[in-house]
Protein backbone atom coordinates (compact mmCIF):
# COMPACT_ATOMS: atom_id res chain seq x y z
CA UNK A 1 0.00 0.00 0.00
CA UNK A 2 1.12 3.39 -0.59
CA UNK A 3 1.03 6.35 1.94
CA UNK A 4 2.40 9.10 0.02
CA UNK A 5 4.40 11.36 -1.59
CA UNK A 6 7.96 12.95 0.75
CA UNK A 7 10.56 14.64 0.27
CA UNK A 8 13.54 14.04 3.79
CA UNK A 9 16.15 16.81 4.83
CA UNK A 10 19.19 16.16 6.61
CA UNK A 11 20.93 18.86 8.63
CA UNK A 12 24.74 18.30 9.11
CA UNK A 13 25.96 20.85 11.31
CA UNK A 14 29.85 22.08 11.62
CA UNK A 15 31.61 23.15 14.07
CA UNK A 16 35.13 23.82 15.38
CA UNK A 17 34.54 19.77 16.94
CA UNK A 18 33.69 18.55 13.50
CA UNK A 19 35.89 15.35 12.71
CA UNK A 20 36.08 14.78 9.02
CA UNK A 21 38.30 16.54 6.24
CA UNK A 22 35.11 17.53 4.30
CA UNK A 23 33.54 19.02 7.61
CA UNK A 24 37.26 21.07 8.49
CA UNK A 25 37.11 22.24 4.72
CA UNK A 26 33.73 23.72 4.75
CA UNK A 27 34.28 24.89 8.46
CA UNK A 28 37.50 26.84 7.71
CA UNK A 29 36.29 28.04 3.80
CA UNK A 30 33.11 29.59 5.51
CA UNK A 31 34.80 31.43 8.19
CA UNK A 32 37.36 32.66 6.19
CA UNK A 33 34.21 34.31 3.86
CA UNK A 34 32.44 35.00 6.91
CA UNK A 35 35.52 37.23 8.03
CA UNK A 36 35.83 38.83 4.34
CA UNK A 37 31.79 39.28 3.83
CA UNK A 38 30.70 40.55 7.57
CA UNK A 39 32.81 43.65 6.73
CA UNK A 40 30.12 45.33 4.68
CA UNK A 41 27.60 44.55 7.50
CA UNK A 42 30.06 45.48 10.62
CA UNK A 43 31.51 48.90 9.59
CA UNK A 44 34.03 49.86 12.42
CA UNK A 45 33.96 46.40 13.79
CA UNK A 46 31.18 47.31 16.51
CA UNK A 47 29.57 43.69 16.09
CA UNK A 48 31.58 40.65 17.03
CA UNK A 49 29.09 37.83 16.23
CA UNK A 50 26.74 37.37 13.43
CA UNK A 51 23.47 37.49 15.63
CA UNK A 52 24.17 41.12 16.49
CA UNK A 53 25.27 42.08 13.08
CA UNK A 54 21.74 40.86 11.57
CA UNK A 55 19.71 42.60 14.58
CA UNK A 56 21.36 45.58 13.67
CA UNK A 57 21.50 45.10 9.84
CA UNK A 58 18.61 42.68 8.75
CA UNK A 59 20.84 42.70 5.32
CA UNK A 60 23.37 40.28 7.09
CA UNK A 61 20.99 37.76 6.66
CA UNK A 62 22.20 38.13 3.13
CA UNK A 63 25.37 35.94 4.50
CA UNK A 64 24.14 32.36 4.54
CA UNK A 65 23.84 32.95 0.72
CA UNK A 66 27.50 34.78 0.24
CA UNK A 67 28.98 31.85 1.85
CA UNK A 68 27.51 29.24 0.33
CA UNK A 69 29.06 30.08 -2.31
CA UNK A 70 32.68 29.36 -0.17
CA UNK A 71 31.25 25.58 0.19
CA UNK A 72 29.74 24.44 -3.04
CA UNK A 73 32.66 23.25 -4.76
CA UNK A 74 32.86 20.75 -1.29
CA UNK A 75 29.44 19.46 -1.57
CA UNK A 76 29.57 19.10 -5.21
CA UNK A 77 32.42 15.99 -4.22
CA UNK A 78 29.68 14.49 -2.53
CA UNK A 79 28.08 13.61 -6.08
CA UNK A 80 24.54 13.75 -4.44
CA UNK A 81 25.77 11.53 -1.98
CA UNK A 82 24.72 12.31 2.00
CA UNK A 83 27.30 11.92 4.20
CA UNK A 84 26.01 10.44 7.58
CA UNK A 85 23.17 8.98 6.41
CA UNK A 86 22.33 5.60 5.18
CA UNK A 87 19.72 2.65 4.87
CA UNK A 88 19.64 -0.25 6.15
CA UNK A 89 22.08 -1.61 3.60
CA UNK A 90 24.95 0.79 4.17
CA UNK A 91 24.07 2.69 1.07
CA UNK A 92 24.05 6.30 0.98
CA UNK A 93 21.20 8.24 0.36
CA UNK A 94 20.77 10.15 -2.34
CA UNK A 95 19.99 14.23 -2.39
CA UNK A 96 18.84 16.64 -4.49
CA UNK A 97 19.45 20.15 -3.39
CA UNK A 98 22.06 21.23 -1.03
CA UNK A 99 21.50 24.45 1.02
CA UNK A 100 24.00 26.34 3.54
CA UNK A 101 22.92 27.81 6.83
CA UNK A 102 25.63 30.44 8.76
CA UNK A 103 24.44 29.34 12.81
CA UNK A 104 26.69 31.73 14.44
CA UNK A 105 29.85 32.86 14.06
CA UNK A 106 32.15 35.09 15.48
CA UNK A 107 35.01 37.95 13.69
CA UNK A 108 37.20 37.28 16.53
CA UNK A 109 36.68 33.57 18.02
CA UNK A 110 36.91 30.45 15.07
CA UNK A 111 35.87 28.27 18.19
CA UNK A 112 32.02 30.27 17.73
CA UNK A 113 31.68 29.55 14.17
CA UNK A 114 29.01 27.13 13.17
CA UNK A 115 27.41 26.15 9.84
CA UNK A 116 25.02 23.69 8.81
CA UNK A 117 24.45 21.88 5.01
CA UNK A 118 21.05 20.58 4.33
CA UNK A 119 20.14 17.93 2.04
CA UNK A 120 17.01 17.78 0.69
CA UNK A 121 16.05 14.91 -1.72
CA UNK A 122 13.71 14.15 -4.07
CA UNK A 123 10.03 13.23 -4.01
CA UNK A 124 10.24 9.34 -2.76
CA UNK A 125 7.39 7.60 -2.54
CA UNK A 126 6.43 6.88 1.09
CA UNK A 127 5.42 2.91 0.98
CA UNK A 128 4.96 1.99 5.01
CA UNK A 129 5.72 3.26 8.55
CA UNK A 130 7.92 0.50 10.26
CA UNK A 131 8.41 1.97 13.88
CA UNK A 132 11.31 4.31 13.82
CA UNK A 133 12.03 3.13 9.81
CA UNK A 134 10.55 4.20 6.60
CA UNK A 135 10.28 2.12 4.10
CA UNK A 136 10.55 4.34 0.53
CA UNK A 137 11.10 3.69 -3.21
CA UNK A 138 11.94 6.28 -5.63
CA UNK A 139 8.64 5.72 -7.27
CA UNK A 140 9.32 4.73 -10.95
CA UNK A 141 7.38 2.01 -11.65
CA UNK A 142 3.17 0.99 -11.97
CA UNK A 143 1.46 0.11 -9.10
CA UNK A 144 1.47 -3.70 -10.13
CA UNK A 145 4.90 -4.12 -10.96
CA UNK A 146 7.83 -5.15 -8.94
CA UNK A 147 9.22 -1.87 -6.89
CA UNK A 148 13.09 -1.10 -5.62
CA UNK A 149 13.09 -0.27 -2.35
CA UNK A 150 14.73 0.95 0.70
CA UNK A 151 14.50 1.21 4.40
CA UNK A 152 16.07 4.40 6.46
CA UNK A 153 15.78 4.27 10.10
CA UNK A 154 14.43 7.76 11.60
CA UNK A 155 17.02 9.13 13.58
CA UNK A 156 18.64 12.71 14.60
CA UNK A 157 19.16 15.70 12.06
CA UNK A 158 16.58 13.41 9.25
CA UNK A 159 13.20 14.54 9.22
CA UNK A 160 10.31 14.76 6.45
CA UNK A 161 10.41 17.87 5.18
CA UNK A 162 6.97 17.52 3.24
CA UNK A 163 4.48 15.01 2.51
CA UNK A 164 1.41 14.40 0.48
CA UNK A 165 -0.82 12.10 1.56
CA UNK A 166 -2.20 9.39 -1.08
CA UNK A 167 -6.43 8.96 -0.20
CA UNK A 168 -6.82 5.81 -2.75
CA UNK A 169 -4.04 3.52 -2.86
CA UNK A 170 -5.24 2.56 -6.04
CA UNK A 171 -3.87 6.19 -7.39
CA UNK A 172 -0.39 5.62 -6.05
CA UNK A 173 0.75 4.87 -9.56
CA UNK A 174 -0.84 8.03 -10.83
CA UNK A 175 0.76 10.27 -7.97
CA UNK A 176 4.39 8.55 -8.93
CA UNK A 177 4.23 9.99 -12.77
CA UNK A 178 3.47 13.20 -11.35
Not at 11 to 36: C, D, M
Amino acid sequence: MFRGKIKLVYKQEIGEKSESSFEKAIFHASYEEFLLESQAYNHGRHFKTFSRMKGADSKANSLHYKLSFSVLHFVSQLNHKMPGIKDNLGNKITFETPRFELIESHIEDISMHKVAVYYETATLTLLEFLGEYLLLSNCNKAENELTETFVVKMQPNLSILNYQGIAHPQMAWIACQQ
